[in-house]
């Protein structure tokens, strides 16, 4: 039975014969661990999150997913193995799991954090004016993609405005590279009839560093769509360590 039956039946579960007097003299004792959670819940409803640390904030998220275990090591753990909060929920599924104390249920519900965050940072984008709202771009861009194992290039689709039409993932690749093909983008752009497009892809080194390549295909696009009046706002590479704007850096 997965860790989530074992959470929804509680802490009453079926004793073999002869248990039933031991498990009813433990039945009354509190576990270690009980009165730890209560204490975080307590300085969380009266303090925030400020209050706690960054292994406290995930032992509690794996409250529910753990219902009957301490989640302090679990916790400090991911963190370990991971080294913050951001990459603990950038992982992939499979390799949250080979930590110890960290099995399916809360390997989900770590994901399922990750997706929230980045429907959220999304929400706070669509419909605003992009080029005014550029923290809240790159939060989103961060969030989605500077802890994936491989390279994804994304577009921001824009209409006269520079509002958000679509966000959408074109290619993925491998660890160091993702084939991107100037034609395929553009017109993407003209389907959904955008103005202007902003280029995004993450380097999963962690290094934003633009290579001649990067440099190179960005130019590409941006030939191919200035004489179909599509202007290449900029292109943002994101990594662990930051990011880089190509404008900002005039390769563009």
Known sequence: MGEDERGFFGEGAFQPAGKEAKAGKAAGQKKHYEGHRERLRQRFAEAGSDALSDYELLEMMLFRSVPRADTKGPAKALLERFGSIGEVLGAPEHRLKEVSGIGEAAARDL????????????????????????????????AAMAYEAREEFRILFLDKKNLLIRDERQQTGTVDHTP?????V??????????????VHNHPSGDPTPSRADIEMTRT???TAEPLGITVHDHIIIGKDGHASMKGLQLI
């Open 111 to 142: 994901k399922l954090i990750a997706a929230l965050t980045q429907r959220m940072l999304r929400a706070e984008v669509r419909g605003r004016e992009v080029l005014s709202s550029w923290a809240q771009v790159l939060d989103y861009c961060r």
């Open 180 to 184: 991107v093909y100037p034609r395929e």
């Open 186 to 199: 553009v017109r993407r752009a003209l389907e959904l009839s955008a103005s202007a497009i902003i280029l």
């Open 221 to 223: 696009i941006i030939a």
